[in-house]
């Protein structure tokens, strides 16, 4: 959240004194990812030191994990028709052009910035049938098969970006994504809330949330 703040510091150093709670914020942030992040750069670097690959173990495990996924097609529905309708953000991260480019019928000229709309990807009818409802089914059969979300194959979605500066982290957070819910599911059973229904307008945070998410009353089964 500290991202996504003004920065009026950089551009008006005289302000700086107004802001120093925020800068406390951000300096006892930095001393936890620090606390976090040292110790598993040291660790990584002695196996490397000993000739040992690190990533090993974690890799047998993840591809462990995604064949056990396999076996569980319409849970990967749900996560596709998840990013379809609530993509994390809106926009590509900026990318530029390098000399003059034609573009959908645009002279872009060179060294302009160009920032790419993509949730419009998942609300074009021409692409989707009923594009705001929540149908996990269209993954199955229909308009979704064989769509892929990093948008190589039949683009008609990016929630993570795409080419070279698709996140980097993406697959490892789908995996994330359906492990979780899978665990989620099988672990507890989910009621509605009756007092606090959700709000799925979408507000802008470090990436684009509900108004009022989603609570339940949780049981385990």
Not at 32 to 38: G, I, N, Y
Not at 71 to 77: E, K
Not at 85 to 101: G, N, Q
């Amino acid at each position: 959240m500290l991202m996504t703040t003004p920065k009026l510091p950089d551009f008006l150093p005289i302000l700086a004194p107004l802001f120093r709670n925020k800068m406390k914020e951000a300096k006892e942030l930095r001393e936890k990812q620090m606390e976090c992040l040292v110790p598993l750069i040291r660790n990584r670097r002695a196996f490397v030191e000993k000739g040992e690959d690190p990533d090993s173990e974690m890799g047998n495990m993840g591809w462990s994990k995604k064949r056990i996924l396999k076996r569980m097609p319409y849970l990967g529905a749900i996560v596709k028709e998840t990013f379809r309708r609530h993509p994390p953000s809106h926009f590509l991260l900026s990318h530029a052009t390098t000399k003059e480019t034609q573009l959908a019928g645009y002279t872009i000229p060179a060294d302009v910035n160009v920032e790419f709309y993509t949730a419009w990807l998942t609300e074009d009818p021409d692409m989707w049938k009923d594009p705001g409802e929540f149908v996990p089914e269209r993954f199955l059969e229909g308009d979704g098969v064989g769509v892929d979300i990093t948008g190589t194959r039949r683009v008609k979605m990016m929630p993570f970006g795409a080419g070279r500066r698709i996140c980097p982290a993406w697959s490892l957070g789908v995996l994330h994504v359906n492990m979780f819910l899978a665990r989620m599911v099988h672990a507890f059973k989910w009621l509605p809330c009756p007092t606090a229904p959700p709000d799925p307008t979408e507000t802008f945070a470090f990436t684009v949330v509900m108004k009022n998410p989603l609570k339940a009353v949780i049981l385990s089964r």
